[in-house]
């Protein structure tokens, strides 16, 4: 749904993922017609890339960690900036087996950034590494959706 609003409207987009890893590029370049939409993704699973590659701001990282809100809105906005792109897609949280620096096994944060759009969804889901993962690709494209569906195209 995402893809074909997207080539309608002649817009593009990237993505930024942390804990699924590419599974959320994987997943939309099977979808036939993608190629005019989709620049290209980041994955950026350790800490220190989400400043160097996707700009988030090293404070902020450095005050609230890597699953966080206001880091899933930065990462959606720096991958918009730096792959020149109408729109971005991002994930961070916890898929497990443990929880991480504090945070519980399942919450997770999709955030989509756009012209005059940052969306960010807490998630709280359940299941294994696979599931989790799984559910967050699903999430994050759905977001996406619902901004398209919200936001005028870019003239």
Wanted: charged share 25%.
């Amino acid at each position: 749904m995402a893809v074909r609003r997207l080539r309608e409207r002649d817009e593009t987009f990237a993505t930024v993922e942390s804990l699924t890893g590419g599974l959320v590029a994987s997943t939309v370049v099977e979808i036939e017609g993608v190629s005019k939409v989709y620049k290209g993704g980041l994955v950026v699973y350790a800490t220190e890339l989400k400043h160097v590659l996707a700009g988030v701001p090293e404070s902020l990282l450095a005050e609230r960690g890597p699953v966080d809100p206001d880091v899933a809105k930065a990462l959606a906005e720096g991958t918009r900036a730096r792959c020149d792109t109408t729109w971005a897609v991002a994930t961070t949280g916890v898929a497990g087996p443990e929880p991480q620096d504090g945070k519980p096994v399942g919450l997770v944060y999709v955030a989509v950034a756009g012209p005059g759009v940052a969306e960010v969804r807490e998630l709280n889901l359940d299941g294994d590494r696979d599931a989790i993962r799984t559910e967050s690709v699903t999430r994050a494209l759905l977001l996406l959706a619902e901004c398209l569906k919200d936001a005028p195209a870019v003239v």
